[in-house]
Structures are given as structure tokens and as C-alpha cells.
């Protein structure tokens, strides 16, 4: 008879790292199987680990270099449409620094060119440092937000593989731009997101 080992974690404030989540391994396959070719909605009541099964998801997708490799991202402190497209930038451009990411992030930086006030001029990087919170972009968040996963999309065309991406707190997210008068833009984002799949 197997026993599990089972490791003391001392008390924390925030989340675990996640190398140190145990278990789950089932699970991240089966997920893992499923997102080869599927949306996948992961749902249950606060506080049930959903975020930290999703974070190990992720790292182990990286660490062992699977052709199909995640990307967390946390859109819970996300307020506005405006602000989404900046999030997503942010998190590819931490993924770059460890080496694995590279992103040619070609239809970005040309929108961002098109609108961007006169005095800044993004010439080709990786992943430019580009903020579309400027007020010029206010109207444009879609072309914006459109962009940057049409980008992803020819990443994954080059390099022969697949990237999920994992928009964690979505529903939260959505439900306090609700609260905070902005429906008709959650409407405007859900709608976009599903032509974009």
C-alpha cells in the first residue's frame, strides 16, 4: 500500500508558489488533454484551490516543456477595458525574462504606433515596452486587445505549439465592472473574445 507523503507548509500570506502545490497531477492531465482542443471554464465556490490548481497547471506546462505551455493570468485587480490589453502585456513580458516566451508582437506595435502620441516611437522588440491606458487608446481597447492575442496566435503558428492562456477571476472581474456601471463593456469584451476564438 502506497502512503502519500504529505509536506508541513508554513502558514503564509498570499499564495503558494507554485512548485510547492502538492498533488493535482490527475487533474492537470486531464485538463491538459482537454485544452489541446477546447475552451475550458474551471468553476466552483471561493476558496476551493481553483487558482492554485491553475498556477501548477501552468508551471508544470513550462517545466517540462510540453508543446502546449500556459500562461496564468490574474484579472481580479483589472478595472476597466482599457487596462486589460496592459495586463496581459505585463505577464508576457515577465514570461519573456525567463527565457521561454518570444513574442514578435508585430500588429501591437503598429497600432500602438498608428495612435501613440507624437513624442514616443516603439521600434521592434520582443515585447515592446507598449501601455495602451493612454487616453488615445480609450476608444480603441479592441483593436488593442485584438492585437495582442493575434500576436499570440502567429507565436503559435512559428513555433509549432499551443498557448493557453488562463484568465483567472474572469467572472469576478466582469462582475465588478458590472457593479461599477461599466456592462455594456463586459458585454463588448465577451463578445470579442468569442469571435476572436
Not at 86 to 110: A, F, H, P
Not at 111 to 133: R, T
Request: some cysteine; proline content about 4%.
Amino acid at each position: 500500500m502506497e502512503t502519500q507523503k504529505h509536506y508541513k507548509l508554513a502558514p503564509t500570506v498570499g499564495t503558494i508558489p507554485p512548485d510547492r502545490v502538492v498533488g493535482r497531477l490527475t487533474e492537470i492531465e486531464e485538463l491538459y488533454k482537454l485544452t489541446e482542443s477546447q475552451s475550458v471554464v474551471l468553476s466552483e465556490i471561493r476558496r476551493m484551490g481553483k487558482t492554485l490548481f491553475l498556477q501548477k497547471f501552468a508551471y508544470v506546462t513550462v517545466k517540462e516543456n510540453r508543446p502546449n505551455k500556459a500562461i496564468h493570468f490574474d484579472l481580479m485587480q483589472v478595472v476597466d477595458v482599457t487596462e486589460l490589453t496592459d495586463n496581459l502585456l505585463d505577464k508576457l513580458r515577465s514570461k519573456e525574462n525567463y527565457g521561454w516566451l518570444k513574442v514578435q508582437m508585430n500588429r501591437c506595435r503598429l497600432l500602438y504606433n498608428k495612435f501613440k502620441p507624437e513624442k514616443i516611437d516603439v521600434k521592434y522588440s520582443q515585447l515592446p515596452e507598449l501601455s495602451f491606458k493612454l487616453p488615445e487608446f480609450k476608444t480603441e481597447w479592441k483593436k488593442a486587445l485584438s492585437s495582442c492575442i493575434e500576436d499570440l496566435a502567429d507565436r503559435n503558428h512559428q513555433e509549432n505549439e499551443s498557448l493557453t492562456l488562463i484568465l483567472d477571476e474572469m467572472p469576478y472581474m466582469l462582475w465588478q465592472w458590472i457593479l461599477n456601471g461599466k456592462a455594456q463593456d463586459a458585454i463588448e469584451l465577451l463578445s470579442l473574445l468569442r469571435s476572436l476564438r
